[in-house]
C-alpha cells in the first residue's frame, strides 16, 4: 500500500512580495477595497496567497502572475512558449497565508470544471486532464493528481479554472522518502489517501 500527499501550493512568499510592489507584466500595485465594486466585484474570488475566498472589505488587488515563470526561474527550467501570465487576486498588504487546518484542496466547488496542465523538468506541457469536481473534491483530486504524477515525466501540475484560464494552485511532485515507499510533501493544504 502506497500513501500518497499532494499539497495545493500557493503563491511563494517570495513572490507576493514581489507581485505587491509590481506584477509580472510590470503594472504597480493597484489595491482596492473587495466590495466596493470598483475596478471589479471579487467578493468570493479566490485567492491566490492565502488559498481562500475573498471577504468584503478586504484590501486586495487583481495582478498579473507568471506561475510557471516564476517556478522556471528557482527550477533552472526553460519553458520558453509555455510560459504565459495571466490575473490572479491576493491581498494587498502580507497574509497568514493558507491555514493548514482548512482541509484539503482549495476551491474545490462540486460541478466546478478544472483543467489539470502538467508539465516536466524543462517547463514543457505534457499533458492535461479535464476534470469536474465531483461531490466528493478530494477523492476527485486526488485520483486525477495520481494520473498525473503517474507519468514519470511529470514535475508540477498547475491547477486552472476552465472558464477563465485562472491559475488557481500549483501541485508539485511528491519527493521520494528515504525509509520505505511513501511518497510526502509538505505545506498549507495537504490530502491524504491510500491506494
Known amino acids: 500500500m502506497t500513501t500518497t500527499t499532494y499539497t495545493a501550493l500557493p503563491i511563494p512568499a517570495a513572490a507576493l512580495g514581489e507581485l505587491r510592489v509590481s506584477d509580472d507584466s510590470g503594472r504597480a500595485l493597484s489595491p482596492f477595497t473587495a466590495g466596493d465594486g470598483a475596478p471589479v466585484d471579487s ?14 472589505g478586504e484590501r486586495v488587488a487583481l495582478v498579473s502572475y507568471a506561475p510557471l515563470r516564476r517556478w522556471a526561474a528557482d527550477s533552472g527550467a526553460a519553458p520558453g512558449a509555455y510560459d504565459e501570465a495571466g490575473p490572479v487576486f491576493v491581498h494587498a498588504d502580507a497574509c497568514a497565508g493558507p491555514d493548514a487546518a482548512a482541509g484539503t484542496y482549495p476551491f474545490a466547488r462540486p460541478g466546478a470544471l478544472r483543467t489539470l496542465r502538467r508539465y516536466d523538468a524543462g517547463g514543457h506541457i505534457v499533458g492535461g486532464r479535464l476534470l469536474e469536481i465531483p461531490a466528493d473534491a478530494a477523492a476527485g483530486f486526488d485520483r486525477a493528481l495520481d494520473e498525473a504524477f503517474a507519468v514519470p515525466e511529470v514535475a508540477l ?21 528515504p525509509a520505505g515507499d511513501a511518497l510526502t510533501a509538505t505545506g498549507p493544504a495537504r490530502r491524504t489517501h491510500s491506494a
Open 43 to 56: 467578493v468570493g474570488s479566490p485567492l491566490r496567497c492565502c488559498l481562500r475566498a475573498v471577504e468584503e
Open 157 to 177: 501540475v498547475h491547477v486552472r479554472a476552465v472558464e477563465y484560464g485562472c491559475f488557481q494552485f500549483e501541485v508539485r511532485r511528491p519527493a521520494q522518502e
